[in-house]
């Protein structure tokens, strides 16, 4: 099982609608989770982290995170053209390693 | 707040060739890590500093690679003896938290072409 896993997409939704996007894990003792969005051919910019159960707002973003069902999710709101790109979850080593462990990515598209 | 800076943006280089990168970090962050993405691939963990110290290292750091942080400021990724295989992003992060709390800022990467 990979460590943390995400749906590759591409996950398409139109302008203004509600994107979700979503990521699982197997390392039950990680404590912490990281939303990265990547536009093509650039480095992944960091927009959202969790670190307790619950719900977590930042504008447009929603990170939700469920330790019980090691279930991480991204909701974005009013989506945009410019949020299309690939969006990657990323969760803390095992054992309190400095690391952090990412899925293979989902690719946004929204569409105008 | 100026950001994670790498050098060069892109190199192109023929296999058997060493080759290095480097990293500036955030002034304020005394952590920093190096990464490598291959396409439709998420980052790989490659090594990480405190300050000067390289506490952790990853098992796809061959012994071709080396990295460094003399002075607990800038960092250097060396690859020696450049195959083929290394092509790939190498993104360089800091963050001033220890984890988990380590929230990682990247810096714009270095595009290796091994030809």
């Known amino acids: 099982q990979k460590e943390v896993e995400q749906n590759s997409g591409p996950l398409s939704v139109p302008e203004g609608a509600i994107a979700s996007l979503n990521c699982t894990y197997s390392d039950r003792g990680s404590q912490s989770f990281f939303w990265y969005r990547q536009y093509s051919g650039k480095s992944p910019e960091l927009i959202m982290f969790i670190y307790s159960n619950g719900d977590k707002e930042d504008g447009r973003f929603t990170a939700q995170l469920n330790k019980a069902s090691q279930y991480v999710s991204l909701l974005i709101r009013d989506s945009q053209p410019s949020d299309s790109a690939t969006y990657l979850c990323a969760v803390n080593g095992q054992g309190g390693s400095e690391k952090l462990v990412f899925g293979k990515g989902t690719k946004l598209t929204v569409n105008p | 707040d100026t950001g994670v800076s790498q050098d060069p943006r892109h190199k192109i280089t023929k296999r058997g060739q060493n080759v290095t990168f480097r990293c500036d970090p955030i002034s304020e962050h005394n952590r920093l890590y190096w990464y490598r993405q291959t396409l439709g691939q998420g980052p790989e963990f490659l090594t990480y500093?405190?300050?000067?110290?390289?506490?952790?290292k990853s098992r796809l750091l061959s012994d071709r690679f080396s990295a460094e942080r003399p002075k607990g400021s800038f960092s250097t990724l060396e690859i020696q003896r450049t195959e083929q295989g290394d092509s790939a992003m190498y993104l360089c992060?800091?963050?001033?938290?220890?984890?988990?709390?380590?929230?990682?800022?990247f810096g714009p990467g270095t595009r290796l072409t091994v030809l």
């Open positions: 992060a800091s963050s001033r938290g220890r984890a988990p709390y380590n929230e990682q800022f």
């Open positions: 500093f405190q300050n000067e110290a390289q506490l952790e």
